[in-house]
């Protein structure tokens, strides 16, 4: 069974980098997509991106100058940072596993709660 | 991008009830929706795909309809544990987009 985790620092300080990091177990993070969605509280989801395990990457227009996003294979993890942040980024970031049905997303990981505040 | 509505915002039913929500898109995207469940405090949980094919695992109590602009998720007979929010999501043109809920509350 395929498991996601994400960590990183619940606490980001405004104009700070948010970091994160995604952890696949139970399955290879090779020959698949791998997405980090966001969803600020109370509220919906948003995409922010994905990235292939060989390392492309296609990014959310709205937020494409701020998001890089990287993959080690030899690690089974893949990561997110969000610069230049603000409040408007305080969210529940998860990672999430492109489904083989399409751009959709069959595994997620429980979510990292980021507070954007000095 | 492409702008999913969902309606109703809230929907109250009793346990046992069939219940239908719509999700409409701003423009076609073919078959390319899917729709999830997600609990409070949880990461959503993947339903239907291709806007009607069953992810495996999922009860048949639940299936999905509809292409182009207009698409529905049916739950045939509400079981307790079915009552929270649902989302939509298209995968037609990215950036993928996602409804903004729909929550099924008791009635």
């Known amino acids: 069974q395929v498991q996601l985790q994400e960590s990183g620092p619940g606490l980001v300080k405004p104009s700070e980098t948010l970091s994160l990091t995604c952890t696949v177990s139970g399955g290879s993070i090779s020959s698949y997509y791998w997405s980090w969605i966001r969803q600020p509280p109370g509220k919906g989801l948003e995409c922010i991106g994905y990235i292939y395990y060989s390392g492309s990457t296609n990014y959310n227009p709205s937020l494409d100058s701020r998001v890089t996003m990287s993959v080690d294979t030899s690690r089974n993890q893949f990561s997110l940072r969000l610069s230049s942040v603000t409040a408007a980024d305080t969210a529940v970031y998860y990672c999430?596993?492109?489904?083989?049905?399409?751009?959709?997303?069959?595994?997620w990981g429980q979510g990292a709660l980021v507070t954007v505040s000095s | 991008d492409i702008q999913m509505t969902q309606s109703p915002s809230t929907l109250s039913a009793s346990v046992g009830d069939r219940v239908t929500i719509t999700c409409r898109a701003s423009q076609s995207i073919s078959r390319w929706l899917a729709w999830y469940q997600q609990k409070p405090g949880k990461a959503p949980k993947l339903l239907i795909y291709?806007?009607?094919s069953l992810e495996s695992g999922v009860p048949s109590r639940f299936s999905g309809s509809g292409s182009g602009t207009e698409f529905t998720l049916t739950i045939s007979s509400l079981h307790p544990d079915d009552f929270t929010t649902y989302y939509c999501q298209q995968y037609n043109a990215y950036p993928w987009t996602f409804g903004q809920g729909t929550k099924v509350e008791i009635k």
């Open positions: 999430a596993r492109k489904s083989t049905g399409g751009w959709c997303f069959d595994y």
């Open positions: 291709k806007a009607s």
